[in-house]
């Protein structure tokens, strides 16, 4: 059984970091994790950031590039979003979800439908 379980959200002032924390537990070999943002008032997530369990890519939407950095910790299973420079539109439950295999790089996994595992999100909210 898969478990993800994130941690570090909270409240944040526009132009401050935060760091958001994904902890994986159980098997599911070569993988990529990515992190989700569901908005205030949306029902789809967007995404925001995947890696490759190797770290050895790692993919980014246009609207965090250069201020979210993703890193990750294969023997811990554990992935990491560093958010600077944080935004009022950044705001939102953020959630990791992980995939069991992939054949192309992360760039390709960018929907929640290529995601198999989900953790429960963690608020983020952003005070202006």
């Known amino acids: 059984q898969v478990q993800l379980v994130e941690s570090g959200g909270g409240l944040v002032q526009a132009g401050g970091s935060l760091r958001l924390s994904c902890a994986g537990s159980?098997?599911?070999?070569?993988?990529?994790m990515g992190w989700f943002r569901q908005a205030p008032g949306k029902e789809e997530r967007d995404f925001v950031a995947?890696?490759?369990?190797?770290?050895?890519?790692?993919y980014y939407s246009d609207s965090v590039k250069g201020r979210f950095t993703i890193s990750g910790d294969n023997a811990e299973s554990t992935v990491w979003l560093q958010m600077n420079d944080v935004r009022p539109d950044d705001a939102g439950v953020y959630s990791c979800?992980?995939?069991?295999?992939?054949?192309?790089?992360?760039?390709?996994?960018?929907?929640?439908?290529?995601?198999?595992?989900w953790g429960q999100g963690t608020q983020v909210t952003v005070s202006s």
């Open positions: 995947a890696i490759t369990y190797n770290s050895d890519t790692k």
């Open positions: 979800a992980a995939r069991g295999g992939y054949y192309a790089g992360c760039w390709y996994y960018t929907t929640g439908r290529d995601y198999d595992y």
């Open positions: 159980g098997r599911f070999g070569d993988y990529i």
